[in-house]
């Protein structure tokens, strides 16, 4: 149920320190009794909203309703929002289609906030760390905004920068989360079924991780390391500046190329664009097989050919890890998915941890009811959506009684954005788990890595 907001701390094996360490800061009872009673007052404002408007010209419905005042509650609950935008499986789909307002609705902060933080946390003027910064970000999030500048020797990098303030009012809005999600599980059957608290928690880890920004700048880190292991030059995360980062500040490389939802521009580029995506495609296969994790958030702004014909992987934000049972598990689920293979599909899920008593369940109807749901996608000319994937997981799952493990569920989803780019640029024919090109690469990656181990 929580796959889409999973991530870990650190590959392999956790221990309950690296999980401690995913928890957002203690917050002082006061503060949180003060952000109480405004979290109660506008939740209650847009609820009388909803009972007086939802006849009325206006029409304000549940969904509108939820969204505007978590917009006006702020980054964490806009952040939770964008959790329900992309998450159709896992909530109401008339709740995502509301929430997806929120993806591009996040204003950005003062210039003169940028500055102030900047200068904190690096520990000098901005004009001795940058020979220019732009005012303009090139981008707000809910966490944080992202502006173009130049470093002193020329180089061009962009600043991430995080929204002063946040940590705190993250500390107070999840602790309030938690205790709405304990109260409803003890209310309602269907939170207890929805594992609400269990959601919250996984929704503090993951804002835990992105709160830190060294979290991010190591997994670039290892992003690129694994690309020299594998002899690789034409695939790459930005390089960080050190120097210019910290928790809360993000110094690194600037990429300048195209989308790989944008066609014609990628097909007007000059590059062979299907090998390149195949390319890049390998790469984030190569990241899962040899360390264990994968970028957990590969839309299109995050997925690039660059002008210098290399394909850059942007914001390692949500990253998912597996320990090396795990990773093994989910490689004989990807493969069984390639090789059509649905028993063996159905047995590396129940070896993940799907069902509480694996032996209750039967694997060879297991694996005919997936080949039901999902032999569709396998057809190039059977007109499959791979957005339904992680639907169709859900029902199979739900009839025999599972719980999805939640890295699953989030590298499914890394697979239907792939599955996006990969049939607008090579056709239908062109399918991420059937393509025979990129098969033989995996099991060529695969078999180096055995044999190095």
Same mark, same amino acid.
């Given at each position: 149920?929580?796959?889409? $907001?999973?991530?870990?701390?650190? $590959?392999?094996?956790? +221990?309950?320190?690296?999980?401690?360490?995913?928890?957002?800061?203690?917050?002082?009872? #006061?503060?949180?009794?003060? /952000?109480?009673?405004?979290?109660?007052? $506008?939740?209650?404002?847009?609820? #009388?909203r909803w009972l007086l408007d939802r006849v009325g010209p206006e029409h304000v419905t549940g969904p509108v309703a939820l969204r505007k005042a978590f917009e006006v509650l702020g980054p964490t609950y806009v952040k939770l929002g964008q959790l329900i935008a992309s998450g159709e499986a896992l909530f109401p789909e008339r709740y995502s289609e509301e929430f997806r307002k929120l993806l591009d609705r996040v204003p950005a902060f003062d210039a003169a906030l940028v500055v102030e933080t900047l200068e904190r946390e690096l520990g000098r003027p901005v004009h001795r760390a940058f020979a220019s910064l732009e005012q303009k970000p090139m981008a707000a999030a809910s966490i944080a905004q992202v502006h173009a500048a130049t470093l002193p020797d020329g180089r061009q990098v962009v600043v991430k920068v995080q929204r002063p303030g946040i940590g705190e009012r993250a500390a107070c809005d999840v602790a309030l989360m938690r205790l709405f999600a304990g109260l409803a599980q003890r209310m309602s059957l269907h939170a207890r079924r929805a594992n609400l608290l269990a959601v919250i928690e996984d929704f503090e880890s993951n804002l835990a991780l992105e709160l830190d920004f060294g979290n991010e700048a190591r997994r670039m880190r290892e992003?690129?390391?694994?690309? /020299? +292991?594998?002899?690789?030059? +034409?695939?790459?995360?930005?390089?960080?500046?050190?120097?210019?980062? +910290?928790?809360?500040?993000?110094?690194?490389?600037?990429?300048?190329? #195209?989308?790989?939802d944008d066609t014609d521009a990628l097909r007007a580029s000059g590059y062979d664009v299907e090998e390149r995506l195949l390319t890049g495609?390998?790469?984030?296969?190569?990241?899962?097989?040899? /360390?264990?994790?994968?970028?957990?958030?590969?839309?299109?702004?995050?997925?690039?050919?660059? *002008?210098?014909?290399?394909?850059?992987?942007?914001?390692?934000?949500?990253?998912?890890?597996?320990?090396?049972?795990?990773?093994?598990?989910?490689?004989?689920?990807?493969?069984?998915?390639?090789? *059509?293979?649905f028993e063996r599909v159905a047995r590396a899920m129940l070896a993940m941890g799907t069902a509480s008593d694996p032996n209750a369940v039967d694997a060879e109807k297991l694996g005919d009811d997936l080949a039901i749901a999902y032999a569709p996608m396998l057809d190039p000319d059977g007109g499959f959506n791979m957005r339904d994937l992680v639907p169709a997981m859900i029902r199979v799952s739900r009839a025999h009684d599972l719980r999805m493990p939640r890295d699953l569920v989030l590298v499914t989803k890394q697979l239907v954005y792939l599955d996006r780019y990969t /049939?607008?640029?090579?056709?239908?024919?062109?399918?991420?788990?059937t393509d025979q090109r990129l098969t033989n690469l995996i099991m060529q990656d695969m078999f180096a890595a055995m044999w190095a181990a």
């Open positions: 149920m929580t796959a889409m $907001v999973a991530a870990r701390a650190a $590959v392999g094996d956790e +221990s309950e320190h690296d999980r401690e360490e995913r928890r957002i800061a203690h917050v002082t009872w #006061w503060k949180a009794a003060l /952000r109480l009673v405004v979290v109660v007052t $506008v939740f209650a404002y847009w609820g #009388w992003f690129n390391e694994v690309m /020299r +292991s594998m002899g690789t030059d +034409s695939v790459a995360a930005p390089v960080v500046h050190d120097e210019l980062s +910290s928790p809360r500040v993000l110094t690194m490389e600037r990429f300048t190329g #195209w989308r790989l495609i390998r790469a984030w296969f190569q990241t899962l097989i040899l /360390r264990g994790f994968f970028h957990g958030d590969v839309h299109a702004g995050n997925f690039m050919l660059l *002008r210098d014909g290399r394909v850059g992987y942007l914001d390692f934000g949500i990253v998912g890890v597996f320990d090396e049972a795990q990773k093994k598990n989910v490689l004989e689920y990807v493969l069984g998915f390639q090789s *059509r293979d /049939r607008a640029i090579g056709g239908a024919q062109m399918n991420v788990l």
